[in-house]
């Protein structure tokens, strides 16, 4: 496989395409609050902490004792998640308790595990 297999090597603009995606194309806020969504994922704590509430609403004690961390770095995991409205929180009396924070956040992730995956089992069966 030559390194340049990637590369388009045509001089056509295909006018029709550029110009029903350039219309369809948000603006920079929505990129710019997507792309912090996104980062904020890019974390292995609060990916794990996304799967244990994927599974379970869960206090900030048990989701402590399930990753074997502290309550305060999840309880500040947890204050990044509930910001940018990843995560969100119910009280009953003292207790605090946290779930994902709506039905597109839970299929979002659990599309992102079945995609990894499914891409995992692929590439060992091409090794």
Same mark, same amino acid.
């Given at each position: 496989?030559?390194?340049?297999?990637?590369?388009?090597?045509?001089? !056509?603009?295909? $006018?029709? +395409? +550029?110009?029903? &995606? !350039?219309?369809?194309?948000?603006?920079?806020?929505?990129? /710019?609050?997507?792309?912090? @969504? @996104?980062?904020? =994922?890019?974390?292995? &704590?609060?990916?794990?902490? =996304? @799967?244990?509430?994927?599974?379970?609403?869960?206090?900030?004690?048990?989701?402590?004792? +399930? =990753?074997?961390?502290?309550?305060?770095?999840?309880? %500040?995991?947890?204050? &990044?998640?509930?910001? /940018?409205? !990843?995560?969100? #929180?119910?009280?009953?009396?003292?207790?605090? #308790? #946290? &779930?994902?924070?709506?039905?597109?956040? $839970?299929?979002? @992730?659990?599309?992102? !595990?079945? %995609? +990894?995956?499914?891409?995992?089992?692929? =590439?060992?069966?091409?090794?």
């Amino acid at each position: 496989m030559s390194k340049n297999e990637f590369v388009c090597d045509c001089n !056509i603009i295909h $006018k029709d +395409v +550029v110009d029903s &995606t !350039i219309k369809k194309m948000p603006d920079e806020f929505l990129f /710019i609050k997507l792309s912090q @969504f @996104f980062k904020i =994922l890019g974390d292995v &704590t609060r990916t794990k902490i =996304l @799967f244990a509430l994927d599974q379970n609403e869960m206090c900030v004690c048990d989701i402590a004792n +399930v =990753l074997g961390m502290s309550k305060s770095s999840i309880s %500040h995991q947890l204050s &990044t998640l509930r910001k /940018i409205g !990843i995560v969100k #929180y119910r009280k009953d009396g003292k207790e605090v #308790y #946290y &779930t994902l924070d709506d039905s597109h956040v $839970k299929q979002l @992730f659990e599309v992102g !595990i079945e %995609h +990894v995956e499914h891409k995992s089992k692929n =590439l060992l069966l091409e090794d």
